[in-house]
């Protein structure tokens, strides 16, 4: 994804577009609800316009960090309102997307734990 503007904090957001294969972006924003540093935080996730305004219905975002003996595990929940929409997000390939996006995150952790 590309980052567009961010304001990480409560009330705050975050306006992106996730690029696909072809360069194709797709414009989305995500809108903080809770941030509790170090082990938590929330977000509203829609699909938006240029202007970053929302394309309702999206999905609510709950992600938890447990840290243990120097390893910390991450937990997401996702919530969509209906079935169809989450069906609607496979289909776009969320699934496919979202693997990406933490395969991308376990390299940079290994570089980072590497230096």
């Not at 957001?13 to 996730?18: E, I, L, Q, T, V």
């Not at 496919?96 to 980072?112: I, Q, R, Y």
């Amino acid at each position: 994804s590309k980052t567009k503007n961010m304001d990480f904090k409560v009330g705050g957001s975050r306006f992106y577009a996730m690029v696909g294969p072809e360069g194709e972006e797709h414009l989305a924003i995500q809108q903080f609800t809770a941030i509790q540093p170090k082990s938590n935080f929330k977000y509203s996730n829609a699909f938006a316009d240029e202007n970053a305004t929302p394309n309702l219905p999206g999905s609510e975002w709950n992600l938890n960090f447990r840290a243990e003996n120097g390893i910390t595990t991450v937990t997401i929940s996702i919530y969509n309102d209906s079935l169809e929409r989450m069906e609607q997000m496979l289909e776009m390939g969320f699934k496919e997307g979202f693997t990406m996006t933490l395969n991308e995150l376990d390299h940079l952790l290994l570089a980072t734990k590497k230096s």
